[in-house]
């Protein structure tokens, strides 16, 4: 009899299912990343929800404290507040640089397929990537919800990963410098051979990289009215500098895996759209740390036609 119950004890414990991570999961979440099970009771009944949390990656700033001094390599990190926070920063009207800065380090969004992002994070660099183009023409974005918008919150083909990337601040001037408007002006024709003063020269500039200014986005994609946001081109010797895994070259610092982030937000998302049509966010969303940025120099600000001048 003891043994029979013994027997049925392990066959029992064999055929117990185990509440294990979700397959993509383990593929995408690094290993500073600590993953939790979150219990949640929604209309449906109990359910299991495996909710990625980036304690070694990234942290919040729910009352608007941040550590603006200058940070090693390892720790930079992705700060993040509450979207009804960070709105109240913002400004509603105009064309703004919204950043997230530490010291010398400006951050940063692409997205790419998992392939290249993956990649990226293991090496902290993207030359040797097979899938990856260092001469074609690769953009930034400085804007964490334009970056959701354009990505759909990491759902779209090819864009199911999303990274954050710390640039030395001195290469993100280099870029505007070298980038002219996509957007054809009488302005902009006028200024095509236009020699800019920098540093006490005048240098006549060639312009290989692009920006452009695109409407803003609010969290559940549609167009901010009257805010503008900045994308920003890089290629040639600017774009092969930025993938090169030469540190004396790379101006890259720092390579964060943020998806894990963008996909608890988008489960924020869908929840509020499921039961708050009328409201298409709450205090529960949280979205990147950023502020405006007017640390460019004036003629530089002047030439992308920023109204976020330095003071």
Not at 24 to 42: F, G, L, N, S, W
Not at 126 to 151: A, Q, V
Not at 289 to 296: A, F, I, N
């Amino acid at each position: 009899l003891h043994s029979n119950h013994s027997r049925n004890k392990r066959e029992s414990k064999r055929r117990r299912p185990k509440l294990g991570l979700p397959t993509m999961a383990t593929e995408v979440i690094p290993k500073e990343v600590r993953v939790r099970a979150v219990v949640e009771r929604d209309l449906e009944g109990l359910r299991i929800l495996h909710r990625p949390i980036l304690q070694a990656v990234w942290f919040t700033t729910d009352h608007g404290h941040s550590n603006t001094d200058t940070k090693t390599t390892s720790e930079l990190s992705f700060q993040t507040e509450r979207y009804s926070s960070a709105i109240e920063s913002w400004p509603q009207t105009g064309r703004h640089i919204l950043a997230q800065v530490e010291g010398d380090a400006i951050l940063v969004y692409q997205a790419f397929k998992p392939s290249i992002g993956k990649y990226a994070v293991r090496n902290q660099c993207f030359e040797g990537c097979k899938d990856y183009k260092p001469h074609r023409m690769t953009w930034i974005k400085t804007n964490f919800l334009w970056m959701m918008y354009r990505s759909g919150w990491a759902s779209k083909t090819n864009q199911e990963m999303i990274l954050g990337i710390w640039l030395k601040r001195k290469f993100f001037h280099k870029v505007l410098l070298h980038a002219k408007s996509t957007h054809k002006s009488a302005k902009s024709r006028n200024n095509k051979n236009q020699k800019l003063k920098m540093s006490g020269k005048l240098q006549t500039l060639g312009q290989p990289c692009r920006f452009q200014w695109d409407p803003d986005h609010l969290p559940n994609g549609e167009s901010h009215v009257y805010r503008r946001a900045l994308q920003i081109g890089l290629k040639g010797d600017l774009s092969v500098a930025y993938a090169s895994r030469d540190t004396k070259i790379s101006p890259i610092l720092r390579i964060l895996d943020v998806t894990p982030f963008v996909r608890e937000q988008k489960y924020v998302l869908n929840k509020l759209k499921k039961h708050s049509r009328a409201q298409p966010h709450n205090s529960d969303l949280r979205v990147a740390r950023e502020r405006v940025y007017t640390d460019l120099p004036k003629e530089l600000a002047e030439k992308i036609g920023v109204n976020s001048f330095p003071t």
